[in-house]
Each structure stands twice: as C-alpha cells, then as structure tokens.
C-alpha cells in the first residue's frame, strides 16, 4: 500500500492551496483518510480527517479555513487550504486507515509528505 501526497508549495500569507492524497496497492477497504502536519523539532499534529461515510473533523486551528474532500471509498482525498497563516506552514502527511487485501488487518498507512510554506 502506498499514499502519494502532492499540493504543496510556497503561498503569502492570505493565500490558498490544494493538496492531494491518493491511496493505491493491495487495498481491501478504506475506514477513514486524514490530514497531519509537523514543524521541525514538534511532534505530528492532527488537522483534518474524513470518514467513509463522508463525516469529517478539523482542529480547532483550522476550522473555517481548511476543508477536507474526497471519496475515501475510492482512496482519494483533497484538503483545501485557505487563508493561510505563517503558522500553518510545516510538511504536511497524508494517513489511511484501511485493510489491505493481504493481512485484513487495520491499520495506518502514511504518505511521504508535501512541505507548506507561508511567508508573512
């Protein structure tokens, strides 16, 4: 199973980008798909997550200016970054919760990471 992550870039503080998130492999079913950021020297904090049945949830920090989309039931997620604030800038990962077709276990899976820049 691997996660490909890509949207990200450098933006004035202000301003708005897309990243996006496609799952592939051995997949058996797909629970949940999220969005998590770190900054050097802190640990990976939550932003925004979507469930198969299309429930989602944001931090604090990011509602009303984040939205997560997609169709977690065909691996591909989007979060929609506006107004952005020097303080959202990090490397930003993609996580999926899922069964893989060779286990039927659950577990997560994590993508390599797109970085995110916001200049003031």
């Known amino acids: 199973v691997q996660l490909q992550a890509s949207g990200g870039g450098l933006v004035q503080a202000g301003g708005s980008l897309r990243l996006s998130c496609v799952a592939s492999?051995?997949?058996?079913?797909?629970?949940?798909m999220s969005w998590f950021r770190q900054i050097p020297d802190d640990e990976r904090e939550f932003v925004a997550g979507?469930?198969?049945?299309?429930?989602?949830n944001y931090s604090d920090s990011v509602k009303g200016r984040f939205t997560i989309s997609g169709e977690v039931t065909k691996t591909t997620v989007f979060l929609h970054m506006r107004n952005l604030k020097p303080d959202d800038t990090g490397v930003y990962y993609c996580?999926?919760?899922?069964?893989?077709?060779?286990?039927?276990?659950?577990?997560?899976?994590w993508g390599q990471g797109t970085q995110v820049t916001v200049s003031s």
């Open positions: 996580m999926a919760d899922l069964w893989d077709r060779t286990t039927l276990g659950l577990r997560d899976y």
């Open positions: 979507i469930n198969s049945g299309g429930t989602t």
């Open positions: 492999g051995n997949i058996f079913a797909v629970r949940a």
